[in-house]
């Protein structure tokens, strides 16, 4: 993960990928939009995504503070998922935090418990089983609020056989 800091609002980056000799294996441009921190009540950072094949794997990606996201939004109906994410405040308010997994049409299936994480105060952590969803698109919701304005942010992902 590389972190550094920059200005509120569009951030384009260039990304090129090098191969071990010095050669460009390929490029990609991604546009982003850095919200103002100075003047939001409470954000969230983009949810990070790990994938377990079994409860073994599970545990481990709990107790691991290094491990690596997934880049893809398609995952099996064995796959286990770990979403962590992270929320900002102003001053020394904490958000109420909530996350509900969504079908296609965006209609509430179920809640899903999030807890914090040992990693710090801010840092959030949910577990999703995918063996009783079918095979489809759904997504999931993440809310944190201060006071009256909630903020929100959609996952989507797709479940195959």
């Known amino acids: 993960i590389v972190a550094f800091d920059v200005e509120p609002g569009l951030l384009r980056l260039d990304l090129s990928i090098q191969g071990a000799d010095g050669r460009v294996l ?17 954000a969230l950072s983009s949810a990070m995504v790990f994938r377990a094949s079994n409860a073994y794997e ?17 995952f099996r109906r064995g796959d286990q998922l770990l979403i962590r994410f992270e929320t900002y405040a102003l001053g020394e308010a904490s958000p109420s935090v909530e996350a509900a997994l969504l079908n296609r049409a965006g209609d509430v299936m179920v809640k899903l418990p999030v807890v914090l994480t040992s990693a710090g105060s801010d840092f959030y952590e949910l577990g999703l089983p995918l063996a009783n969803l079918a095979p489809g698109e759904y997504l999931v919701e993440l809310t944190a609020s201060i006071g009256l304005e909630p903020v929100r942010q959609l996952m989507a992902f797709r479940v195959t056989s």
């Open 26 to 42: 390929d490029n990609d441009v991604q546009t982003f939009t850095v919200p103002d921190f100075t003047e939001m009540a409470v």
């Open 58 to 74: 599970m545990r481990q990606l709990r107790t691991q503070s290094d491990a690596v996201p997934e880049i893809g939004r398609e």
